[in-house]
Each structure stands twice: as structure tokens, then as C-alpha cells.
């Protein structure tokens, strides 16, 4: 059984930081491509983050140089660093695996809430 655990979230006040971890468990997570989504109500899930099998990272605009997504494959575990945060950054953050080969096969943890008020 496949299991994306996230945690970390919380309150914030602007301009601090946070911490996301996901453990995943039931894949070989090495072999994922692992990401970090947001979504508020009312509008749709968005990337945030994404970090491959190699260790090639790719962000969204809106969180460049304030956002670090990174993996420790030994502990099947990737996280996810923010800082200089935002009110606009407050929503559920999930984590998702995703594999391609051979067929697209993706994962989705429960989400965790951040929100980011003072």
C-alpha cells in the first residue's frame, strides 16, 4: 500500500519560515519524481515545487528564491523549505509522486495546511 504522509504545516507569520516533509512509503522512491502542490478554495491545484530522480529541481515563479525543495532517498523522504513567506502562500500543500515510465503512475498525500497570517 502506497503512502504519502505529510507534516510540517502550520501557522506562520509573514516573512517566516516553514518546513514540509512527506514520507513516502510502498514505492521505490527513488525512482519518483517528487512534488510539492498548494491549493486555496476556489481555485485549482498548483506546482509549487518538483524535484526528480537525479536531484533536478523545477518552481514555480511565484516562489523562486524563497522556496527549497530537496530528498533524502535513504529516508524516502522529501521536504520542502519556505521562507520569506507570504499571506499569499497560506493554503493545503500536498506532495505527490509521480513516475512515467512505463505508464504514468502518480501518488498524492492527504495535504497539510499552512497558513500564513499575523
Known amino acids: 500500500q502506497v503512502q504519502l504522509v505529510e507534516s510540517g504545516g502550520g501557522l506562520v507569520q509573514p516573512g517566516g519560515s516553514l518546513r514540509l516533509s512527506c514520507a513516502a512509503s510502498?514505492?521505490?522512491?527513488?525512482?519518483?519524481?517528487m512534488a510539492w502542490y498548494r491549493q486555496v478554495p476556489g481555485k485549482q491545484r498548483e506546482l509549487v515545487a518538483a524535484?526528480?530522480?537525479?536531484?533536478?529541481?523545477n518552481y514555480a515563479n511565484s516562489v523562486k528564491g524563497r522556496f527549497t525543495i530537496s530528498r533524502d532517498n535513504a529516508k524516502n523522504t522529501v521536504y520542502l523549505r519556505m521562507s520569506s513567506m507570504k499571506p499569499e502562500d497560506a493554503a493545503v500543500y500536498y506532495c505527490?509522486?509521480?513516475?512515467?515510465?512505463?505508464?504514468?503512475?502518480?501518488?498524492w498525500g492527504q495535504g497539510t495546511q499552512v497558513t500564513v497570517c499575523s
Open positions: 510502498g514505492i521505490v522512491f527513488s525512482i519518483y519524481t
Open positions: 505527490s509522486a509521480v513516475r512515467f515510465m512505463p505508464t504514468k503512475t502518480e501518488y
Open positions: 524535484i526528480g530522480s537525479l536531484g533536478s529541481t
